[in-house]
T-cell receptor
Framework: NAGVTQTPKFQVLKTGQSMTLQCAQDMNHNSMYWYRQDPGMGLRLIYYSASEGTTDKGEVPNGYNVSRLNKREFSLRLESAAPSQTSVYFC????????????FGDGTRLSIL | AQSVTQLGSHVSVSEGALVLLRCNYSSSVPPYLFWYVQYPNQGLQLLLKYTTGATLVKGINGFEAEFKKSETSFHLTKPSAHMSDAAEYFCAVSDIGGSYIPTFGRGTSLIVHP
């Protein structure tokens, strides 16, 4: 049972390039989330999807877009990467939004030059 | 709105000593409270959670936390630290009846000395 799987694990981009981070869960969870983690800042919510077909902004959505492809998959896209988006990105899932806690993937370490 | 404050970005203890990681929260409604642990290059793993009922919550790896409503605190403790406990610890709070999505603290790095 893999849980939450994120790809890729590492990526280096140049400013202005685009990229999609992939996330898939095999726990039949309804809700999925994208966070970024920066030193000393904890985890900040970028977007979430309460259920298939819905997405909502979190605390720091600017510069990102998301797609809930199906119940299993939730992708995060950077259309024009900026150095300020250098971070570690975590995907998480939960049974529902009201039924926490969340289960996390191992993260994608993204550097933008 | 909910918020979480973790006192001390770094806590250093000797192996075998008591571990105490502090977490205070603010919430306009009764909260759900969580502690997560993050080992290097990994995602967060749930240590324990408080929803309702008993205020002393036991988690994995010998950790426990006590919900004190009067102090708006949810401190994490372990009687005897082990080298393998060295990690980053995050406290999180979510509002019952609100968005439910947890707000995370900034984390406390636990350093364990031999």
């Amino acid at each position: 049972n893999a849980g939450v799987t994120q790809t890729p694990k590492f990526q280096v981009l140049k400013t202005g390039q685009s990229m999609t981070l992939q996330c898939a869960q095999d726990m039949n969870h309804n809700s999925m989330y994208w966070y970024r983690q920066d030193p000393g800042m904890g985890l900040r919510l970028i977007y979430y999807s309460a259920s298939e077909g819905t997405t909502d902004k979190g605390e720091v959505p600017n510069g990102y877009n998301v797609s809930r492809l199906n119940k299993r998959e939730f992708s995060l896209r950077l259309e024009s990467a900026a150095p300020s988006q250098t971070s570690v990105y975590f995907c998480a899932s939960s049974e529902t939004v009201s039924n926490q806690p969340q289960h996390f993937g191992d993260g994608t370490r993204l550097s933008i030059l | 709105a909910q918020s979480v404050t973790q006192l001390g970005s770094h806590v250093s203890v000797s192996e075998g000593a008591l571990v105490l990681l502090r977490c205070n929260y603010s919430s306009s409604v009764p909260p759900y409270l969580f502690w997560y642990v993050q080992y290097p290059n990994q995602g967060l793993q749930l240590l324990l959670k408080y929803t309702t009922g008993a205020t002393l919550v036991k988690g994995i790896n010998g950790f426990e936390a006590e919900f004190k409503k009067s102090e708006t605190s949810f401190h994490l403790t372990k009687p005897s630290a082990h080298m393998s406990d060295a990690a980053e610890y995050f406290c999180a709070v979510s509002d019952i009846g609100g968005s439910y999505i947890p707000t995370f603290g900034r984390g406390t790095s636990l350093i364990v000395h031999p």
